[in-house]
């Protein structure tokens, strides 16, 4: 089962695991002691590399971290091909601005 969170909100203590949500965030969760734990998830076409998730997980975090200072936060990077997300009634497979950038982060 997915959980599904709206910017913005949070994910009260053991309702991510209790879920099914993530096997290894019961501990993480209960051990950090904090109340509340900020979930992020992305939704992006695959193809970034190591680095730029890297980088932008750490963007991120740091940007939630500022405006929360709760700390604890928690992203998923959810990688979608493009024959399975639509858009205006048509498959992003058959979107040229799309591809024209997968193909620039993939090369």
Same mark, same amino acid.
């Not at 695991?17 to 939704?43: A, D, H």
């Given at each position: 089962?997915?959980?599904?969170?709206?910017?913005?909100?949070?994910?009260?203590?053991?309702?991510?695991?209790?879920?099914?949500?993530?096997?290894?965030?019961?501990?993480?969760?209960?051990?950090?002691?904090?109340?509340?734990?900020?979930?992020?998830? /992305?939704?992006?076409?695959?193809?970034?590399?190591?680095?730029?998730?890297?980088?932008?997980?750490?963007? /991120?975090?740091?940007? !939630?971290?500022?405006?929360?200072? /709760?700390?604890?936060?928690? /992203?998923? !990077?959810?990688?979608?091909?493009?024959?399975?997300?639509?858009?205006?009634?048509?498959?992003?497979?058959?979107?040229?601005?799309?591809?024209?950038?997968?193909?620039?982060?993939?090369?």
């Amino acid at each position: 089962m997915d959980l599904q969170v709206d910017p913005g909100q949070t994910v009260p203590l053991g309702l991510a695991s209790s879920n099914g949500f993530c096997k290894e965030c019961n501990n993480l969760i209960q051990n950090e002691g904090s109340e509340n734990m900020p979930v992020v998830t /992305i939704e992006v076409p695959p193809g970034l590399g190591l680095d730029k998730k890297k980088m932008m997980i750490e963007k /991120i975090t740091a940007a !939630i971290d500022e405006a929360y200072e /709760i700390g604890d936060t928690l /992203i998923f !990077i959810h990688e979608d091909v493009p024959e399975n997300v639509g858009m205006n009634g048509t498959l992003q497979s058959e979107n040229p601005k799309l591809l024209a950038t997968l193909k620039k982060i993939t090369t």
